[in-house]
């Protein structure tokens, strides 16, 4: 006999539907929805919401970078990520430039054995050559990723250029994979950078005067432009500003399958933390692009209500006060990342939901299933059917916090959200059918998380046709001789 679980009394919430309903789990999948179910275990859901966990698909866990490691493991980044509702999260496979992209997903596959929740990959595209090429093939085919990253800035470690990303998008479109880019014009940045510094600007708030708003909109648009003309999709990573978003809004007006994902941070931190007195308080919030003025958040939080902005996620790249504070006297040293993997979930609902700006479904897509979807992991992930994997969180409304570092499952000593009041928390999170949230408190399993292999996308082939077009033969109109001589 099969131990199952019955979900009972709560509000099922998707991405389209709100109704009420028990959900039954056997094997880690649901296995029933409906009316008065019975079980071997209940889950009391009395007023709360029963939604499709969340998916962060942006995290940096154990991230070697700026010459540290982001601090979160995958055991302590998904250990945060199951108390704060979210069940999935896709991390960046990094190769070193001139290593191998398979020997990447094999550091990749060891660091996240520890992983309490389920994952999957991005590759990140750091270096171009034959090589890779060809082993990206072998990427999207046999090993279950179908996304790959490529960084605008970071010049001189990851960043590639306009010809290494035209090539690699040709090749995501031929292979039916998905290019992201984390849009910000390096060279500009690093030019910035280097008369700031000169001119004696060395605190933390010089980095956000190093990467303004335009340096992103112009990134964003070209990378739009580039898979325009590669005939591929393109998403955005970490979209922070109205430039940026008015570049993607602009693609989707116009046809291109472009989707935009803000961050969690960006949404409801802003530009005034870097002005702060403390240095350490200040550095502590230093990632790229930096946090921005009001006037952009109103911008993001418009594109999430009216779809224009597709998903929200972390960038999750915790360091500790001490590793910020390599970048003492010079900002551009102060390793790049926040964290936020514990906290998205709440401060979305408290922030989005409670205010008005986004409903509950709009919560589910933004979270959850619009992910799922431009992945191709959909309906294992972020759905509430019969046969998906049970991933669920049961949202209680009457539960809330301050948040504060002393209470965190991330293993650093600090939070950038740290005072703020959030006014729905997970009763139970479910990940495929283990209970690692039980009545709020954490209960995760170390191991227990399984990579999430995602095939390669249909969408993306059907927009080969453009590349074909623009390389077609083209007719010679006339010998280059003239008549007359010259
Ligand atoms: N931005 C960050 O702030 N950290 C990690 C990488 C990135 O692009
Ligand atoms: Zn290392
Ligand atoms: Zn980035
Ligand atoms: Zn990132």
């Not at 998905?178 to 980095?207: F, I, Q, R, S, Y």
């Not at 619009?370 to 759905?383: D, E, H």
Request: hydrophobic residues 40%; aromatic residues 8%; negative net charge.
């Amino acid at each position: 006999l099969k131990m199952s679980k019955v979900i009972k009394g709560g509000t099922v919430v998707t991405a389209d539907l709100t109704y009420k309903a028990d959900v039954k789990i056997e094997d880690g999948k649901i296995v029933e929805i409906g009316p008065d179910l019975s079980g071997d275990e209940i889950l009391d859901a009395a007023g709360c919401y029963v939604m499709p966990g969340g998916i962060d698909p942006h995290t940096h866990l154990e991230m070697p970078f700026m010459g540290t490691h982001s601090s979160d493991d995958f055991y302590a980044g998904t250990r945060a990520a199951l108390a704060g509702g979210t069940t999935m999260v896709v991390d960046f496979a990094l190769p070193d430039p001139g290593e191998s992209l398979l020997d990447a997903v094999k550091k990749w596959d060891n660091k996240s054995a520890r992983a309490c929740c389920d994952y999957s990959f991005h590759m990140a595209i750091t270096w171009w050559g034959e090589q890779v090429f060809n082993e990206m093939k072998i990427i999207t085919e046999e090993k279950g990723i179908n996304t790959f990253k490529h960084f605008m800035a970071y010049k001189g470690s990851l960043m590639v250029n306009d010809d290494e990303m035209f090539a690699s998008f040709k090749r995501c479109a031929e292979l039916g994979a998905t290019p992201l880019v984390h849009a910000e014009n390096g060279d500009l940045v690093a030019e910035m950078t280097a008369k700031l510094l000169a001119e004696g600007n060395t605190g933390p708030e010089g980095h956000a005067y190093s990467r303004p708003p335009q340096v992103e909109g112009e990134a964003t648009n070209r990378a739009i432009m580039i898979a325009d003309m590669a005939g591929a999709p393109l998403y955005v990573v970490h979209t922070s500003c109205e430039e940026s978003h008015e570049a993607i809004r602009r693609a989707k007006l116009a046809g291109k399958r472009v989707w935009g994902e803000p961050l969690i941070q960006h949404l409801v931190l802003d530009e005034s933390e870097y002005f702060n007195e403390d240095w350490d308080h200040a550095a502590r919030r230093v990632m790229s692009p930096p946090f921005r003025n009001k006037k952009h958040q109103d911008s993001l939080w418009a594109g999430l209500a009216s779809g224009t902005l597709s998903c929200v996620a972390t960038d999750h790249c915790a360091f500790t006060t001490e590793q910020k504070r390599y970048g003492v006297g010079d900002f551009s040293k102060i390793p790049n990342g926040t964290g936020g993997l514990e906290d998205r979930m709440p401060v979305l609902w408290t922030y989005g939901v409670e205010t008005g700006r986004i409903t509950m479904n709009e919560f589910v897509a933004v979270t959850s299933t619009n992910i799922a979807k431009i992945l191709n992991c959909y309906p294992q992930k972020g759905a509430i059917l019969v046969g998906a994997d049970a991933d669920i969180v049961v949202m209680d409304p009457s539960m809330g916090k301050t948040i504060t570092a002393e209470a965190q499952a991330s293993s650093i000593d600090y939070n950038v959200f740290e005072g703020i009041e959030v006014s729905a928390l997970p009763r139970f999170v479910l990940s495929r059918g283990y209970v690692a949230v039980e009545n709020g408190e954490l209960k995760a399993k170390e191991g227990h998380g399984e990579f999430v292999a995602r095939d390669p996308n249909a969408t993306v082939n059907t927009a080969l046709s453009k590349w074909k077009e623009l390389t077609a033969p083209r007719p010679v109109v006339r010998a280059g001789i003239p008549a007359t001589g010259v």
